[in-house]
């Protein structure tokens, strides 16, 4: 299980929840600002991230505002305090996970957290399998680019020969090439595998 990242300025906040958590073997790191997450942390080495919305310095919602920009964010569980509940509520519609206000029932913070690390759990596997495809992908040369371009769009060897200006023995190795790379045996297996892939393979 990867580990719960708590940050807040308020320290007896940060060891209480640790101390929660520790009483459910899940593991969590603290952190006393958002600069001092950013400045050490890898957002996508965590399972959830238990967020102050108001903090000395960069604030929750600053601190998500740049977290959106990863390539991985996990769940994101703010707590507030009364009046900031309207900035939450805001940040749960930009994609947030949920809020809870201060202080917080530990019952519920612990079932909400139980359902987050099993949510990432889910999405991470769904993220690798994409991060892993688009290695591959990127380790296409140009010329079989253009290849996976054509073959992409229904064409065969010779057309494509035709389109590339390039011999149909040429087009047959390329194409070998794209199988292994992406790990394919066919061009249905291809199409299968890109159907769903934001990918420009003319990049």
């Known amino acids: 299980m990867r580990p ?6 308020d320290i007896a906040v940060r ?3 640790s101390m929660l958590f520790e009483t459910r073997h899940w593991p969590s790191l603290g952190f006393d600002s958002a600069e001092a997450f950013l400045g050490a942390a890898n957002v996508a080495d965590f399972g959830c991230l238990i967020v102050d919305i108001r903090m000395t310095g ?3 919602l600053e601190l998500y505002g740049e977290l959106k920009g990863a390539s991985y964010l996990p769940p994101v569980l703010f707590l507030t305090g009364h009046g900031d509940v309207p900035m939450a509520v805001a940040a749960i519609k930009d994609g947030a996970a949920d809020f809870l206000e201060k202080p917080c029932d530990h019952r519920v913070l612990v079932a909400k957290v139980e359902q987050y690390l099993d949510a990432d759990q889910t999405a991470r596997g769904d ?10 992908l990127a380790s296409l040369t140009p010329r079989e ?3 996976l371009r054509e073959l992409l769009v229904g064409r065969l060897n010779k057309q494509i020969a035709d389109v590339l200006d390039i011999s149909i023995k040429t087009v047959e190795v390329h194409r070998a090439r794209i199988y292994s ?10 199409a299968a595998l890109l159907r769903d892939v934001d990918w420009d393979v003319s990049a």
Not at 127 to 136: G, K, N, T
Request: glycine share 6%.
């Open 4 to 9: 719960i990242a708590i940050i807040d300025d």
């Open 127 to 136: 993220w690798e399998v994409r991060q892993h495809l688009a290695e591959r």
């Open 181 to 190: 790379k992406l790990k394919v045996r066919s061009g249905v297996e291809l």
């Open 15 to 17: 060891d209480s929840l």
């Open 58 to 60: 960069m604030t929750g």
């Open 145 to 147: 680019r253009d290849v």
